[in-house]
């Protein structure tokens, strides 16, 4: 069996090296070829000085680039991978339990075989997310308060709200096939794991663990996704991003370029494609925009509705 852990990095110097040893010392590392392909977006730090020596120790192969952001950094890192059974996203600064691969295996090769496969890795697509436990800058377990909206990964919520880490998620080769066929240069590039998870959730399953399998930090400057914030900060946070924030339409623009590259995954399957529809047309066709407002299937039972409603009338989705 052969794992291909996919790393992002960019002035990752304080926890790198600590990420790598976690991914190192997975306990199927025994039974399966671990290895690790890493994207350095230009760092400035010595973030370049441990991946050539992580390199020249033969534990891992990167490749550079300059200031193309996560998602094309993970994107190209899935185009240039050679195929392997699983493929897992990292992020620099975490630490995985040493059990998390293993784990994540076992849950794939059952859907497999709960799906009727002939053999233990499925030729559909499928993606494991798991839960994550996070943590300080010391990998001291703080409380947090999550969004109501994290708990659903249908297609129709998992089109409006970010629900799981990319940290946590590993895949199939089938799983890598459709999610480079969106063409993160082309079409708007969503931030990779609501992309990666969105294009799953589509064309083939998305496997729920319940179970933390990632000491996720929560650093100062991180890019914790303002919508897994949960209370009162969650609904400070998202209306900030509604009145001011940059990536108006974001949503819309993903969901349209998703009804265009995944049309003949879904051609059969009329609540995807009214999903897609309803997100990605709802400022160009009035009909569509009454029918997303009333869809009960995107509502969340909080603050997220109303969130909802005014972005929808803001032509902000």
């Known amino acids: 069996m052969k794992i291909n852990v996919l790393l992002y990095s960019f002035n990752g110097v304080d926890f790198l090296g600590e990420q ?7 306990d199927i590392a025994d039974k399966a070829k671990i290895e690790i392909s890493v994207f350095d977006d230009g760092s400035t730090d010595r973030t370049r000085d441990i991946l050539e020596r992580y390199h020249n120790e033969g534990k891992l192969n990167f490749i550079e680039g300059k200031g193309v952001g996560k998602t094309k950094g993970y994107w190209e890192l899935m185009k240039k991978a050679e195929d392997a059974d699983y ?7 975490d630490v995985w ?6 784990r994540a295996v076992k849950y794939l090769e059952t859907q497999a075989i709960l799906d009727g496969e002939e053999t233990e890795v499925a030729d559909g697509p499928l993606l494991y997310v798991s839960d994550y436990t996070v943590t300080n800058a010391k990998l001291k377990p703080i409380r947090f308060n999550r969004s109501k909206a994290c708990k659903y990964s249908d297609v129709e919520h998992n089109l409006l709200y970010s629900s799981s880490p990319g940290c946590t998620f590993v895949f199939n080769n089938a799983a890598r096939q459709k999610m480079i066929k969106y063409d993160v240069s082309a079409f708007y590039p969503d931030a990779y794991d609501d992309l990666a998870k969105k294009i799953i959730n589509l ?3 998305v496997v729920i663990d319940r179970v933390p399998t990632v000491y996720m930090r929560k650093n100062k400057g991180d890019q914790f996704g303002i919508e897994y914030y949960g209370g009162l900060m969650g609904a400070i946070k998202l209306y900030k991003e509604l009145y001011f924030g940059k990536t108006s339409n974001a949503k819309s623009e993903t969901a349209k370029a998703l009804e ?3 049309a003949e995954d879904i051609m059969n399957d009329s609540r995807k494609k009214e999903a897609l529809k309803q997100v990605g047309s709802y400022r160009d ?9 009333q869809n009960s299937r995107f509502v ?9 409603m005014a972005a929808i009338k ?3 989705l």
């Open 300 to 308: 969340v039972g909080d603050y997220h509705d109303k969130w909802l």
């Open 260 to 262: 265009i590259v995944y």
């Open 203 to 205: 064309t083939g399953k």
């Open 20 to 26: 790598l040893q976690s991914i190192l010392k997975q």
């Open 87 to 93: 493929f897992a996203f990292s992020e620099q600064d």
């Open 285 to 293: 066709d009035q009909v569509n925009r009454e029918r997303l407002l």
């Open 314 to 316: 803001k032509n902000r």
């Open 97 to 102: 339990f040493h059990e998390k691969l293993s």
